[in-house]
Nanobody
Framework: VQLQASGGGLVQAGDSLRLSCVAS????????VGWFRQAPGKEREFVAA????????YYADSVKGRFTISRDNAKNTVYLRMNNLKFEDTAVYYC???????????????????WGQGTLVTVSS
């Protein structure tokens, strides 16, 4: 299983970005996917998650209303649309995936066995 995150960059506060996570080596539609982030000097934290079929989504309170997670199982890709970015959104963003037989969303780091390499998002104030 390989996960490749991309789409990060340097933006100004208020701007938008869309991150992508492309998966390979798995039956993507059988995997729940999540986005996490880690800011400098801080622990990795949950951002958003989506069920295998895409019908269930869950967000951290800090991004609710600004970020949208979605997936295209035909393209083995999960997206994280980030609007109205804030300085505190600056972090390395990681996607993660784990096999699930049911349509649950996974919000904890320990629930994921497969991780991508991360993409850096820097928001200037």
């Amino acid at each position: 299983v390989q996960l490749q995150a991309s789409g990060g960059g340097l933006v100004q506060a208020g701007d938008s970005l869309r991150l992508s996570c492309v998966a390979s080596g798995l039956t993507f539609s059988s995997y729940a996917v999540g986005w996490f982030r880690q800011a400098p000097g801080k622990e990795r934290e949950f951002v958003a998650a989506i069920s295998r079929g895409g019908t269930r989504k869950y967000y951290a309170d800090s991004v609710k209303g600004r970020f949208t997670i979605s997936r295209d199982n035909a393209k083995n890709t999960v997206y994280l649309r980030m609007n109205n970015l804030k300085f505190e959104d600056t972090a390395v963003y990681y996607c993660a995936a784990d096999y699930r037989v049911s349509g649950e969303v996974l919000t904890s780091i320990g629930q994921y066995r497969n991780w991508g390499q991360g993409t850096l998002v820097t928001v200037s104030s």
